[in-house]
């Protein structure tokens, strides 16, 4: 249910690169400079990412960096007072600037040294097995691409700033990285589609969209919500969204729309707590722990 059929799996039959389109409400639809940088973009990464290499350097063009000093530094402001500390403090030791796109290949290099995680230069969304399988080997698949700059806090996919400061800060910490590759292990293992979903909302209310207890007060964990403006506050203070003790009996029966602003989250006491849920979890579908998961680190 969850796998396409061969034939149809992009990631196996790349489609060419002439024919990268934008969905239909893209904001750099029409825009040919922006669309001729998406596809250089995209065949830049689709080929480090096949041939197995670390993401390429980009030489970001004035006006990608101009979207991100818009960006960055207003997430910024946000992150210091509402992100988890297990979010901030990496953020802080990756010295990921304001100022400057970050190029991830030095990210990655990074990531390796500390917590044995590494970066995959991503052309764009990967189909969900891909994904995986590349999380349960330690890298995660990264976008290098920028959102258009007509509207700078809007993405409709996942580019970079929604990676790289979303995503990226945590798989320093290696409890998260030790609990992330367990659910890409368990994702690329377990046999049945119930399995497959239970764990896609698992990570969906944690990774993606999660919020963590922190000294008696509720921060923000997931990357879909770090890496939004309006996620932030709208997260955390909006009388429209309905916060939940993280049940895992609850949170993997619920269903999510990632389409429009989320109105139910889950808070998750802690990151340890998480991390014996999610060992709990994929030992009952009989996925055996990390080696290093199994010891304890
Ligand atoms: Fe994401």
Redesign the pocket.
């Known amino acids: 249910m969850d796998q396409p059929p061969l034939d149809m799996d992009v990631y196996r039959n790349p489609p060419d690169v002439d024919h990268l389109e934008l969905e239909p409400g893209h904001p750099g639809l029409g825009d040919g400079g922006y669309i001729r940088r998406r596809h250089a973009l995209f065949a830049a990464c689709r080929a480090a990412r096949l041939l197995g290499q670390p993401p390429p350097v980009i030489d970001y063009t004035d006006e990608e960096e101009r979207i991100w000093r818009q960006v960055a530094p207003r997430l910024d402001a946000l992150h210091v007072r509402h992100a988890s500390r297990v979010y901030l403090d990496a953020k802080r030791e990756l010295k990921i600037s304001e100022d400057r796109i970050p190029q991830l290949r030095a990210l990655s290099e990074r990531l390796r040294q500390v917590s044995g995680m590494h970066l995959v230069p991503a052309e764009g969304p990967i189909a969900y097995r891909t994904f995986y399988s590349y999380i349960a080997d330690r890298g995660f698949p990264v976008t290098q691409f920028i959102r258009h700059g007509s509207k700078p806090e809007f993405t409709p996919e ?1 580019d970079m700033i ?2 790289c400061l ?2 990226v800060p945590p798989l320093l910490n290696p409890d998260y990285a030790s609990l992330l590759t367990l659910i890409g292990r368990a994702a690329v293992t377990v046999p049945t589609g119930d399995q497959v979903l239970a764990l896609k909302r698992l990570s969906w209310f944690s990774i ?1 969209f999660g919020l963590i207890e922190q000294e008696g007060e509720t921060k923000v964990f997931g ?2 919500i770090l890496s939004s403006i309006g996620e932030i506050p709208n997260s955390l203070f909006s009388k429209d969204v309905e916060r939940r003790p993280f049940r895992t009996a609850e949170v993997i029966e619920t269903d999510y729309d990632s389409s429009r602003m989320q109105d139910l989250l889950f808070v998750i006491p802690s990151l340890g707590f998480l991390k014996h849920e999610v060992e709990t979890l994929v030992g009952r579908f009989g996925v055996p722990l990390n080696r290093d998961t199994a010891m304890g680190g």
Do not use: K
């Open positions: 996942p929604h990676d979303g995503h993606e990357a879909g």
